[in-house]
């Protein structure tokens, strides 16, 4: 598990503390490298969650729309189809794929949670096989006028040309005064 401490300064969110510091989430970026861009930070989606989910629902189609309590608050829940955007060339090695999600929306109509679940087997020629199912749960939380990511759980398992994997990453991110 990495935990994060994070708080509003004068240039915007900063990481006062990180369990995760010199770990394999990190850039590879020195401090100030000014080849590094805001995409190459270990923290993106914790600080701009509100991008990576606006990216996802303008690939995503809308199946469910629904009222629901969550941890005691009504909440709106959206049950979404996910698409990930692949070329033809790509689409014609799918042989089986699930990709759907579920957003919650508090009262102010801002996320509040998400699960997403992405199940897909890939065949190339005939004897390379790949699937993957990837697990994912984020939780919300706005600070000013960001979204950010307090709880994220990363779920990977899967098999590769007869290899097997499996991977969890949870990741907290505590926002303080």
Same mark, same amino acid.
């Given at each position: *598990?990495?935990?994060?401490?994070?708080?509003?300064? &004068?240039?915007?969110?900063?990481?006062?503390?990180? &369990?995760?510091?010199?770990?394999?989430?990190? /850039?590879? #970026?020195?401090?100030?490298?000014?080849?590094? #861009?805001?995409?190459?930070?270990?923290?993106?989606?914790?600080?701009?969650?509100?991008?990576?989910?606006?990216?996802?629902?303008?690939? &995503? /189609?809308?199946?469910?729309? &629904?009222? !629901?309590?969550?941890?005691?608050?009504?909440?709106?829940?959206?049950?979404?189809?996910?698409?990930?955007?692949?070329? !033809?060339?790509?689409?014609?090695?799918?042989?089986?794929?699930?990709?759907?999600?579920?957003?919650?929306?508090?009262?102010?109509?801002?996320?509040?949670? *998400?699960?997403?679940?992405?199940?897909?087997?890939?065949?190339?020629?005939?004897?390379? #096989?790949?699937?993957? #199912?990837?697990?994912?749960?984020?939780?919300?939380?706005?600070?000013?006028?960001?979204?950010?990511? /307090?709880?994220?759980?990363?779920?990977? !398992?899967?098999?590769? *040309?007869?290899?097997?994997?499996?991977?969890?990453?949870? /990741?907290?991110?505590?926002?303080?005064?």
């Amino acid at each position: *598990m990495r935990t994060l401490k994070v708080a509003e300064g &004068s240039g915007g969110l900063k990481v006062l503390e990180d &369990s995760g510091a010199g770990s394999a989430f990190r /850039t590879g #970026k020195a401090p100030g490298d000014p080849t590094a #861009k805001k995409s190459d930070s270990p923290w993106r989606r914790q600080f701009r969650a509100q991008e990576d989910l606006l990216d996802e629902l303008e690939k &995503s /189609t809308l199946v469910g729309d &629904s009222p !629901e309590v969550l941890e005691g608050r009504p909440v709106r829940r959206l049950r979404l189809k996910l698409n990930l955007d692949l070329d !033809e060339d790509a689409r014609k090695h799918v042989k089986r794929s699930t990709m759907d999600a579920t957003l919650w929306l508090g009262a102010d109509g801002l996320p509040v949670a *998400m699960e997403r679940r992405i199940d897909l087997e890939v065949r190339a020629m005939l004897f390379v #096989k790949v699937w993957t #199912k990837v697990d994912s749960r984020y939780r919300f939380v706005r600070v000013q006028d960001r979204l950010i990511t /307090t709880e994220a759980t990363d779920a990977v !398992e899967g098999e590769a *040309m007869g290899h097997a994997f499996k991977v969890r990453v949870h /990741t907290q991110a505590t926002p303080q005064p």
